[in-house]
């Protein structure tokens, strides 16, 4: 059973626009979220993360919103790069453990 | 935060052989972790290695099929034993510090 979903597999944004990604967990005690950027031939590396006592957490163009009572989050990004392309994983910290979400493929196209 | 080397990057294996991919970290780590990617789907934990302990496995994967090595804090390895075509995916450690988990490139795995 998934826990973790990214329903969306692939996403495609024009530059210079907002790139919304979407995740849903099933779990309400989780309590610990986090989004990884993954480019081709490459390991996943972190971009943000939330804790479940904020509903929002910025840095830069990255943001994250949480919905605790529709246990769903979203990625936004603005404006969207063509380097934005790329792999993005939800994830949920659980007892020293990621459980990961299956991704969604990002093309921002100029 | 910490940067791991990971290899072989990529491998075409016969079935029924063993492959072993070994991540170096570049400063010690507690726990350090080993994942699956299979194609089109999410990173799946394989196990957790503690240095000095066995590794812990997660429901669907065992010992005998997925050794794993942890003789210090900074290597470890995964043995993917006796392969088949359904073993082909991307591997990647992990080491979590302080500061979040970082990953290694991963090894695409092909089983032929």
């Known amino acids: 059973d998934q826990q973790v979903k990214q329903n969306s597999p692939s996403l495609s944004v024009q530059e210079g626009r907002i790139s919304i990604l979407n995740c849903d967990y099933t779990?309400?005690?989780?309590?610990?979220f986090l989004w990884y950027k993954k480019y081709p031939a490459e390991g996943p590396t972190f971009l943000i993360s939330i804790s479940s006592i904020k509903d929002k957490n910025e840095d830069g163009r990255f943001t994250v919103f949480l919905n605790k009572s529709a246990k769903h989050l979203s990625l936004h990004i603005v404006p969207s790069q063509p380097g934005d392309s790329a792999v993005y994983f939800c994830a949920v910290y659980n007892t020293d453990k990621l459980i990961f979400g299956t991704g969604t493929r990002l093309q921002v196209f100029p | 935060s910490a940067v791991i080397s990971q290899k072989p990057s990529r491998d075409i294996c016969q079935r029924g052989t063993s492959l072993t991919i070994q991540c170096q970290v570049d400063s010690q780590v507690t726990m350090m972790f080993w994942y699956r990617q299979q194609p089109g789907q999410s990173l799946t934990l394989i196990a957790t290695a503690n240095q000095g302990s066995e590794a812990t496995y997660e429901s669907g994967f065992v010992i005998d099929k997925f050794p794993i090595s942890r003789p210090n804090l900074t290597f470890s390895t995964l043995t993917v034993s006796n392969m088949s075509p359904e073993d082909s995916s991307i591997y990647l450690c992990s080491a979590w510090e302080n500061y979040g988990y970082t990953f290694g490139s991963g090894t695409r795995l092909t089983v032929v």
């Open positions: 779990n309400s005690m989780f309590d610990y």
